[in-house]
Structures are given as structure tokens and as C-alpha cells.
């Protein structure tokens, strides 16, 4: 990758979420760099308390924040946008505001759901947000609280991983007990996967890149089309899946999902670094690793 040996350099990396699905690939990717590093989950520091963010980070002084920590649950944040706003934009003021005090900058994690999936082409870094949800709304204004002439905002979207709870368990937990799946063919997106993202996010942190920036692996597909590879990758039928539209749920899910959700790197391409893999290659590993 172009910066790597930028890379290298010892930095000292605080990540929030340490114990979600992607904070336990990011714990592992800083580990393995040798950075120094600080962790923390939700039972020891409460993002939406401002004084102990404060003096958590002020006793950690790093260099660098990863700010993974969020609420994401997103059917529930529809009926909850006062705890979604607290958490995921407050919160994220805090981080920001107690990073600047140690001179720190901060990577913010942030989500696909801040667009409206209309567009008829994936979504560059500078197209205009227009969130059609609580949560997608909350992530934005989370976006908003960070410097982008020191800070990073990282979109993801459809995050996989062996930590947490994601797609790729549900359908392999469904395939083992029903005979046919049934996902909508309508809603389309890029896949991420959390040990294929988390090493580029800890090379990120030693670096002094700012801005917007998409970061998925490569390919794009429906929930149909996903279903259908997570059980190819099992060695199981895919024909045992069936498409529905979206409007055909029953019953409907309480927040809007974008139709289109593909997030084009086209930052990373215009900096010479390299894309992560096709998303069948880290599938093809996961699926292996839950299913051995």
C-alpha cells in the first residue's frame, strides 16, 4: 500500500468499541502493528459522559482516536432518536472535543445510511448526504462534530465480521433451520468486512490523511445475491434463497433502508492506495471460520 512505511512508526492509537464487531479487528490490527494502545468498550466509558470522556483521553494521550463506538441498532434508534442523537452525535462531540485538548485526531466511523440510496451510481465522497433515517440522520451528525482539515470520516457499509452480530450469521443460522431463505433483491450494496478494513483503518491512524473517505471491499450485490454467495461459500444450495421486494416485507422494518448503499473508493483511488480485496474472498474466509 502506498504510505505503508508511513505506517510503521509507533503511534499511540485509543479506539472506542474496542469489543464490537469492528473495534475487536481494530484491537487485533493495532496489536499486530505494534502500536500502543488503548481500548474501550461501553462498560468502561459511557461516550455520552463528557467529563469521563474527558479524562479518559486526557490520561491515555494518543495520537490517534478511532471512534468506532456507536449505537447501530437501527431498527430501534426509529423509536429512540433522542438515545441515537446522544450517543451517536454527542458522544462523537465529546471524543472530538476531549481529542483536541491532547492534541489528538480522530477517525470517525461512519455509515452508508447518511445517503438516501436514490442515486443511480455508487455514492462518491462528495455527494450530499440526505439520511432517510433516525439512525442515518444521528451518524451524519456525528460527521458534523469532527474538524475535517485534522480529522477523518471512514463510510463503511454492510459490515461482516467474526465478532458481533451481522448477516453472514444470520443467514447461515437460518440456512441450518429452514429449507428456503427469502431476502429482498432491491436494495443493493458493498460489502465490508471487518478483518479486511480494521488493518487499513490502524494504518490510517499512523498517517496524516483528512477528509471523507469511502472504504469497502471491492463488488457489489442485493441481500438476495449475499444470501445466495454466504451459502456457496458453505457449500450449500443457493437456489434455496428467494427474492422479495422490499415493499413486499411483511411486516415492514421500522426504518427506511437505502436502495442503493454502494460506496465507490474513489478517494482511495485517486491516492494510489490500494483497494481492499473483492468481498467473495474475505466471505469465502469467514464463512470457513464459523463453519469449521
Known amino acids: 500500500m502506498v504510505g505503508a512505511a508511513e505506517s510503521q512508526k509507533v503511534v499511540k492509537v485509543l479506539i472506542t468499541g474496542g469489543a464490537g464487531q469492528l473495534g475487536s479487528d481494530l484491537v487485533l490490527s493495532a496489536q499486530n502493528c505494534g502500536h500502543e494502545l488503548f481500548a474501550t468498550r461501553h462498560s468502561d466509558l ?95 451528525a456525528g460527521e458534523q462534530q469532527l474538524d475535517l482539515s485534522q480529522d477523518m470520516v471512514v463510510r463503511i457499509s454492510w459490515a461482516c465480521g467474526e465478532h458481533g452480530n451481522n448477516m453472514v450469521k444470520t443467514i447461515l443460522r437460518l440456512a441450518a433451520t429452514s429449507s428456503t431463505l427469502t431476502f429482498v433483491d432491491d436494495q443493493i450494496g458493498s460489502p465490508t468486512f471487518t478483518s479486511d478494513v480494521a488493518p487499513l483503518l490502524i494504518d490510517l491512524a499512523a498517517q496524516s490523511r483528512t477528509g471523507i473517505w469511502h472504504v469497502t471491499n471491492q463488488g457489489s450485490t442485493s441481500w438476495f445475491g449475499f444470501a445466495q454467495d454466504v451459502l456457496r461459500a458453505a457449500e450449500l444450495d443457493p437456489n434455496r434463497v428467494r427474492p422479495i ?40 474466509r469467514l464463512v470457513d471460520l464459523l463453519t469449521s
Not at 97 to 108: E, N, P, Q, T, W
Not at 250 to 273: G, H, I, T, Y
Open 46 to 140: 459511557d461516550i455520552t459522559d463528557k467529563t469521563q470522556v474527558a479524562e479518559m483521553i486526557r490520561a491515555a494521550e494518543p495520537e490517534a482516536i478511532i471512534h468506532a463506538a456507536a449505537w447501530t441498532a437501527v431498527d430501534e434508534c426509529e423509536s429512540n432518536p433522542q438515545k441515537a442523537m446522544a450517543v451517536n452525535r454527542d458522544g462523537t462531540a465529546n471524543i472530538v472535543s476531549a481529542a483536541r485538548k491532547v492534541g489528538a485526531r480522530v477517525i470517525y466511523i461512519s455509515t452508508d445510511y447518511v445517503f438516501d440510496g436514490t442515486k443511480p451510481t455508487p455514492y462518491i465522497e462528495s455527494d450530499s448526504p440526505n439520511p432517510q433515517s433516525v439512525y442515518g440522520a444521528s451518524k451524519l
Open 245 to 284: 421486494a422490499t415493499a413486499d416485507l411483511r411486516p415492514q422494518r421500522p426504518a427506511k433502508r437505502p436502495a442503493n448503499s454502494v460506496l465507490d473508493n474513489a478517494k482511495m483511488r485517486r491516492e494510489n492506495l490500494k483497494l481492499l480485496d473483492d468481498y467473495h474472498t474475505p466471505l469465502q
